[in-house]
C-alpha cells in the first residue's frame, strides 16, 4: 500500500512528482518499485484537469494506414508546426498505452453490437473515428484505474494539498553548476512550508487557463509548474498558443462546465439562434473543423449578431442514443434545466489547454539538470499551433513513460543529499493584511487576458494587456515580498508569470496560425512553418543569503 505521510518539515526522495493527473500518476507508475517516490498535489489526489476529460484518448488503433492518418492529422491540426518526429513517437505509441491502462484495470466503452471491440468515438480534426473512451467520463474513469494502481505501489507516498512554491536548485544556492535539487511546498493544511528533497523532480502540474475569466479548466489550473520552471532557469515555447473550446454551456452557474466535442463527433449541429447552421459556411468539414476554427467561428457569429451563444443541437439522435454515450453530460446538464434530448444546448468558447509550456526533449527532460516536465505543463513539440482533440492525455501517458525510463537509468546530478538547502525562512515577512488585494488582481488579470488576448488579437490589444500586466506584477511580486505565501497568492504570482509569457509570446509571432489570430498579421508566414516562440529566462538568481532562500523575486523586479 502507498503511504499517507504526516507532517514532518523536510522530506526526502528519490523521485518528487508536483502533480497527481494522468502525467504525475502514470509517471509515478512507470518507475521502478526500488525508487523511493513522493506525488505532491496541490488539491486532492483526484485535482486538475484530467477527472473532467471527457471525450477520450485519441490512439491510432485500426493499424498501420491509422497510423499515418493520426500522424497527418495532428500535423494538420497544428498547422505544420508540431515537430513530426515527436509526433510520430507519440502516435506509434498510442495503441499500447490503452492496452497498458486495460491492464491496469481500465474499462473502455465497447461497441453494443461487437462487446469484444472497444467503441472509438470521432472529435474534430480527426479524419476518422479513433478515439478510446469510457463514455463521456473517460478521465474520472482514468484518474480511478490510476489511482488504484498507485495506492498498491509500497514505493509511493502521497502528499494531499502540498502546494509547491518553487524549485530549490544549485545555482538559486550558490553552486555553479546546476541541478534541481527538490521543492519548497506549503502544506496547506498544517499553514507551513516545507522542504522536499529529491534526487530528480518532475513537474506534472497541468495547464495554466485559468489565466483567462471564462475557462473549462478546474480551479487549480494556473500555471504552476511553467511558473517554476521558467523561475529556476527552463526555457518556454509557444505559450501564445492558448486553445479555446468551441462548446461550453452558456450557464453562469455551471462555471463553464464542457459540452464535449464527441457530441459534434457523433452529429451534433451548431445553430444560430434563428435555428440555421454556419459552419458550413466556415469550413468544408463544418462542425468537424479543427477547434480553433469552430472557435473563431462561434466568435465571428456571436460578434456579427451581437448574440450571447450559439446553439448545439444533437435532438436527432434520440433519446436512448444520447442517454448512452452521453450520461454524465445530459445529467449536468438537467441540473441547470436543459435536457438536451429536447432542446438545443447554449454554448460560447472558453479558454481550455495550453499547447505550449515548458521545453523538453524526447525524454521529458527540461533545461536544469535532474527536473523533467511532462503533461499540459510540457512543450514536446507535439501540438504545434492548435492540439488535436484528444491527444493530450494521450501525451501524458507518453511522456510520463518516457520520462520515468530515462530518470531509471541515469544517476542524478549532485545528489541533494550532500547539500546544506536552507529551510524556508519567513522571518522576513508578517501575516497578509489585505486578502482583497489579492482577489482583485486575480479578476483584473483574468479580465484583461479574456479582453485583450483571446481568440482574436491585435498587436494595440496585446501591448495594453502587456501594460496591465507590468503594474499587476509590480504589486503581486510586493505583496509576495512582504506576506507569508497562503495558496491564493502562490497561484496569483505564476498567474501574472504566465500571462507576462503568454502576451511577449503572442507579441513575437507576426503572423496568424492555428490559435494565434492576429488582425495585423491575418494569414500564415510559410517561413515561419518551424518557428517556436522561444523565451529564455534571465539567469536564475541566487537566493540573497544561504538562510533567506524566499525572497529571490524582490530581486528580480
Ligand atoms: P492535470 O490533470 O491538470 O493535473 C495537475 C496536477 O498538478 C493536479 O494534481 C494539481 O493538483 C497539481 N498541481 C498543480 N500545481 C501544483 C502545485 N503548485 N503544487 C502541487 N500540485 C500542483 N484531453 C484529452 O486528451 N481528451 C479529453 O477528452 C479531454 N477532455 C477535457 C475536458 C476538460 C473539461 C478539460 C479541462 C480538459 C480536457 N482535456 C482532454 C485535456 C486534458 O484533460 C489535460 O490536458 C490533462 O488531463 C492534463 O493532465 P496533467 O496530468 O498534465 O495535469
Ligand atoms: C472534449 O471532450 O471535447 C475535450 C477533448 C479534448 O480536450 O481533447
Redesign the pocket.
Known amino acids: 500500500m502507498s503511504q499517507a505521510i504526516q507532517s514532518p518539515t523536510e522530506h526526502q526522495s528519490d523521485v518528487l512528482i508536483?502533480?497527481?493527473?494522468?502525467?504525475?500518476?502514470a509517471m509515478a507508475l512507470r518507475l521502478p518499485e526500488h525508487l523511493k517516490v513522493i506525488i505532491?498535489?496541490?488539491?486532492?489526489?483526484i485535482?486538475?484537469?484530467?477527472?473532467?476529460?471527457?471525450?477520450?484518448?485519441?490512439a491510432a488503433l485500426g493499424g498501420p494506414t491509422d497510423i499515418e492518418q493520426h500522424v497527418e492529422d495532428t500535423v494538420k491540426a497544428g498547422v505544420q508546426l508540431p515537430n513530426r518526429e515527436v509526433v510520430e513517437r507519440v502516435v506509434r505509441a498510442g495503441p499500447a498505452q490503452i492496452e497498458w491502462l486495460e491492464s491496469l484495470g481500465m474499462r473502455f466503452t465497447r461497441e453494443q453490437a461487437h462487446p469484444d471491440r472497444r467503441h472509438l468515438t470521432r472529435e474534430g480534426g480527426h479524419s476518422r473515428r479513433r478515439?478510446a473512451?469510457a463514455a463521456d467520463h473517460?478521465?474520472r474513469s482514468l484518474m480511478e484505474t490510476l489511482v488504484a494502481a498507485v495506492h498498491r505501489r509500497p514505493n509511493v507516498a502521497i502528499l494531499e494539498h502540498?502546494?509547491?512554491?518553487d524549485l530549490i536548485t544549485a545555482r538559486r544556492l550558490g553552486e555553479s553548476r546546476d541541478a534541481c535539487l527538490g521543492a519548497y511546498?506549503l502544506d496547506i493544511q498544517n499553514d507551513r512550508v516545507v522542504t522536499v528533497r529529491s534526487r530528480h523532480t518532475a513537474l506534472?502540474?497541468?495547464?495554466a487557463?485559468k489565466a483567462y475569466l471564462f475557462?473549462?479548466?478546474?480551479d487549480?489550473?494556473?500555471g504552476?509548474?511553467i511558473a517554476?520552471g521558467w523561475r529556476a532557469g527552463c526555457r518556454t515555447a509557444n505559450l501564445e498558443f492558448i486553445q479555446f473550446?468551441p462548446t461550453c454551456l452558456y450557464e453562469p452557474r455551471a462555471k463553464s462546465f464542457?459540452i464535449?466535442?464527441?457530441v459534434r463527433g457523433e452529429g451534433g449541429l451548431l445553430l444560430r439562434p434563428d435555428g440555421s447552421r454556419f459552419m458550413p459556411d466556415h469550413h468544408p468539414d463544418a462542425e468537424l473543423a479543427p477547434r480553433d476554427i469552430v472557435a473563431r467561428a462561434i466568435d465571428a457569429e456571436i460578434k456579427r449578431l451581437g448574440i450571447d451563444c450559439v446553439y448545439l443541437d444533437i435532438r436527432h439522435k434520440g433519446r436512448e442514443f444520447i442517454e448512452k454515450h452521453f450520461p454524465m453530460i445530459h445529467a449536468r446538464c438537467l441540473e441547470f434545466g436543459y435536457d438536451m434530448t429536447r432542446e438545443a444546448l447554449p454554448v460560447v468558447p472558453a479558454a481550455?489547454?495550453t499547447c505550449g509550456g515548458i521545453m523538453v526533449d524526447e525524454h521529458g527532460r527540461t533545461d536544469v539538470p535532474n527536473l523533467y516536465a511532462?503533461?499540459?505543463?510540457s512543450h514536446t513539440g507535439l501540438h504545434g499551433a492548435n492540439r488535436l482533440?484528444?491527444?493530450?492525455?494521450?501525451?501524458?501517458l507518453v511522456f510520463a513513460e518516457a520520462a520515468a525510463k530515462h530518470l531509471s537509468s541515469a544517476p542524478a546530478d549532485l545528489a541533494p543529499s550532500t547539500r546544506v538547502i536552507p529551510p524556508w525562512d519567513e522571518s522576513q515577512v508578517t501575516d497578509p493584511d489585505e486578502a482583497v488585494v489579492v482577489t482583485h488582481n486575480w479578476d483584473e488579470l483574468r479580465r484583461s487576458m479574456w479582453s485583450y488576448v483571446g481568440i482574436v488579437r491585435t498587436t494595440k490589444r496585446l501591448y495594453r494587456a502587456r501594460d496591465r500586466i507590468q503594474l499587476l506584477r509590480r504589486e503581486i511580486h510586493d505583496y509576495y515580498a512582504h506576506f507569508r505565501v497562503t495558496n491564493n497568492l502562490?497561484?496569483l504570482r505564476?498567474l501574472v508569470e504566465i500571462a507576462d509569457l503568454i502576451v511577449r509570446s503572442a507579441l513575437t509571432r507576426h503572423e496568424s496560425r492555428g490559435l494565434h489570430f492576429s488582425k495585423d498579421f491575418p494569414t500564415i508566414n510559410p517561413r515561419a512553418d518551424h518557428f517556436d516562440t522561444v523565451l529564455v529566462p534571465p539567469p536564475a538568481r541566487p537566493y540573497p543569503s544561504i538562510n533567506d532562500p524566499t525572497r529571490p523575486d524582490s530581486l528580480q523586479d
Open positions: 508536483i502533480g497527481s493527473g494522468a502525467a504525475g500518476l505532491i498535489s496541490k488539491a486532492g489526489l485535482g486538475g484537469s484530467t477527472p473532467w476529460a471527457q471525450g477520450g484518448i485519441a478515439i473512451h473517460t478521465g502540498h502546494n509547491a512554491v511546498v506534472a502540474t497541468g495547464g487557463a475557462t473549462t479548466n478546474p487549480g489550473a494556473t504552476d509548474g517554476m473550446h464542457l464535449s466535442e464527441a481550455h489547454y511532462i503533461g499540459e505543463t482533440a484528444s491527444n493530450s492525455l494521450l501525451e501524458c502562490i497561484e505564476n
